[in-house]
């Protein structure tokens, strides 16, 4: 059972507001990632951490930015939100495992943002 | 432009039938691909996986089946339960050893008592 958090998991919020969205995982995980994914649409990756002080950014360009502090947590910040930003916003964790590269990767239960 | 298909958006089958979803994909450096579950007001769940080195794995109630010349793979579920209701997602990763992964737009799965 994988164990990785996410909070809020709504938030309505004005445009202009900073936000900052929580993901924090007890499973000791070094790669750590952030997808954004709109109703009836693929995921899409926003980012992307290898390890503390490791962020990169991912397929799909986005104004969030990321860090990563501590191993277990990877929060996601909005500066400025804007409506463009309605979306909902999905944080995983991945390790190796029997040194091949399984690549599970293990979600939170997401945060759906509202921009008005 | 889109490297994982899932061409069809929805899938209703009768309970105790089995449930067969389709991926395509288009990226032939893909060499492991990943299902996932999603319940609504959930993340994706891990549900099984497999290598380009092999065509078939299989966990219980589902198996997964890879055609590597026809970039395709599918998931068989049999026989099918009210609980599998849910959102399923193919993904796929490119170089044993890379982590990204990319996904498909999904299929909703209903199964009907």
């Known amino acids: 059972e994988a164990d990785i958090y996410q909070t809020p998991r709504y938030l309505v919020i004005g445009t202009g507001k900073k936000i900052t969205l929580e993901c924090s995982q007890t499973?000791?995980?070094?790669?750590m990632y952030w997808y954004q994914q709109d109703p009836g649409m693929e995921l899409h990756l926003i980012h992307y951490?290898?390890?503390?002080?490791?962020?990169e950014k991912g397929d799909l360009s986005s104004e969030s930015t990321v860090s990563r502090i501590r191993t277990e947590h990877f929060p996601l910040t909005l500066e400025s939100a804007r409506p463009s930003h309605t979306s909902q916003y999905l944080c995983?964790?991945?390790?190796?495992?029997?040194?091949?590269?399984?690549?599970?990767?293990?979600f939170g239960a997401g945060t759906r943002l509202s921009v008005l | 432009d889109q490297q994982v298909k899932q061409n069809s958006p929805s899938l209703s089958v009768q309970e105790g039938r089995i449930s067969i979803l389709n991926c395509d994909y288009t990226n032939s450096m893909f060499d492991y691909f990943l299902w996932y579950k999603k319940y609504p007001a959930e993340g994706p769940t891990f549900l099984i996986s497999i290598s380009s080195i092999k065509d078939k794995n299989e966990d219980g109630r589902f198996t997964v089946f890879l055609n590597k010349s026809a970039k395709h793979l599918s998931l068989h579920i049999v026989p099918s339960q009210p609980g599998d209701s849910a959102v399923y997602f193919c993904a796929a990763s490119p170089n044993f050893g890379n982590e990204k992964l990319t996904f498909g737009t999904g299929t909703r799965l209903t199964i009907i008592p």
């Open positions: 499973m000791g995980h070094d790669k």
């Open positions: 951490s290898y390890g503390v002080n490791s962020t």
């Open positions: 995983a964790s991945s390790e190796y495992s029997d040194g091949l590269a399984k690549n599970i990767q293990y």
